[in-house]
């Protein structure tokens, strides 16, 4: 159970566009190490949905995985058949949407839905499949788990719909789970019983979990790294410590000082100037150059490389790449 | 009638909105949704009160009522001296000018076909601002200026804007009625972090300037905690606690504000450790819970929640709907506290 349970490299994935293909991940790099949680945070748009996706091979048709490698639970996952990857998914690693409803089965019973997704990995009787459903349900505290195998997801509210939705997740013990948003859509008191149940799991089972999410609160209480995307492209990766509390890109900087709960009462906040550039207008150097208060002549033409700032913290940035080398 | 209080713009006393739940082929009503129930709080000029609360504890229904896109059944909505809750249909347009909404999304609230400028203009005329056409551009242009927009750009379409950009023509388009008022609907609870910044600096900016009055509604903690003056915490319908911002979010009094306050997720590394205090889900207000309406949530029920409605208790300007809530000793100054008609009706 050592090594990295999801290793990313490099990894474009496209959309067309007016003229050719537009990559919505460029380039993107990462290893998700076996029990560990790993979020990736960004704004709407900046790609860190489709990085998951591509990651499980789901990117919606007409978006592709043009090039890089992605190996999951030692798989290459790009040279994997349609019928072995459906069972390396729900198998090896799962995924939990923000909303439960794109992966229920609203005509189906709650239960069954569990069990059907048991018995597509396991050769167990109906019976058993029912059984080891109902200790799933009682282990992410759905509460009378007996009468709730009966219930239709509408009838669930959206916690104990998230909650039936992480069982069937870590119904086959992944390696990886990958929660794109888990919490994002509940009231504040269920999001806290989601992310302790997320917490609890991650150590009792050992899974490691790929967080995305674009709440840096979210992150400080689940992830024990970090990666900031943006606009398609990784800039900042370190410890969770260092990446919230030291961190040293301008864009990462940006977004915590933005954050109004580190400003006191009406103090003016600090804004990242401008706008998220979409896809098409990404533009040329850093992507991030438009809106960075650092910028300097070189980031207007090429793109940074990665400057490890410590052993554990590593930042795209030409300004931060010419702080470290003098 | 006349108002009782001096510098509140905003008072609302006992509101109740209730839903009629109807059933059959006669439509009998069979029950209500109890939205709002009795609910009452004062905002004063200048200042910023938040609503805050989980979805379904009613926080938009109040703001609803207060502009009356929904009628309520009873209480009073005193804005500025008179209650408009007693209005006419052609005495209540007057109104509409002055209290104005801005919505979470901005897209449902900007008609798609309407050019930026005649969106905005569009309540200037129905209000009688602007003397002309020209004029009205004019002041659409400035409006636009003043909102961080280019007014070269008024003859678009509002899907050729960004998220932010649009929220700022909603703000623009409220603002060009000239309102004393404005109820912000989550404005901010659909942006970015990036984005959301630069709205909250323009709103702020925007009260500081000419001197407006803010119903903020959101279940966003941190932005309460950093934009308003006071707080009230709704649940199942009704306010279960209400004081200054930086008090209450200190010395939270009701069990509800203390799990959700405790739930919030704080961005600093050295604080990490959300509790989940609160257990199960929210009820529906169509059928709220005997007694305190949070004692099946609560982790420090005893038996008398289950069985008697809590009064709300006053103390040091703070309240609370809680058994084990203390009010000032008897001396205290009846009418002292605020919200002190809040149990009216």
Redesign the interface.
Known sequence: MSGAVLRMGDVVTSFPGPEGRIPVVDGVSLAVEAGEVLALVG??GCGKSMTALSAMRLVPKPGRVDTGTIELAGRDVLGLSVSEMRRVRGGDAAMIFQEPMTSLNPVQMVGSQVVEAIRLHERISAAEARRRTIELFDRVRV?DPEERFETFPHQL?G??KQRVMIAMAVAMRPRLLIADEPSTAL???????I??LLRELQRELGTAILLIT????????LADRVAVMYAGRLVEEGE??QV??SPRHPYTQ???Q??????R??E?????RG??PRPHDWPEGCRFSTRCERVIERCRTQVPGITEVSPTQRVCCHVVADEVAR | MSDPTGDALLRVEGLRTWFPIRAGLMQRTVGYVRAVDDVGFEIPKGRTMALVG??GCGKTTVGRSILRLIDPQAGRIWFDGVDLLSLGRRELHRYRSEIQIVFQDPMASLDPRMRVRDAIAEGMHSFGIGASESERTERVAAILERVQLDPSQMSRYPHEF?G??RQRLCIARALAVEPRLIICDEATSAL???????I??LL?DLQDEFGLTYLFIT?D???V???ADRVAVMYVGQIVEEGA??QLFETPSHPYTQ??L?????????????????????PSPSNPPSGCRFHP?CPVAFERCRQEEPPTFFRDGQRSRCFLATSDPPPAKPGADSGASARAG
């Open positions: 704004e709407s509460p509210s916690g104990l009231d504040v008191t269920i999001q806290a019983q992310l302790e674009h709440d840096l609160g979210v992150v400080n209480e969770r410590s919230l509390g940006g977004l915590l933005s954050m109004p709960s580190r400003a009462h009406r003016r906040l600090h804004e990242i706008v998220v | 989980e979805s960004s932010g950009q970015d972090v990036s984005i959301q910044a630069q909250l600096n702020r279940h903690l941190r932005v905690r950093y934009l911002t930086e799990g959700l405790a739930a919030i997720p704080s961005v600093d590394p050295e604080n990490r450790g959300i509790a989940a205090m609160v257990r199960g889900d929210v949530r």
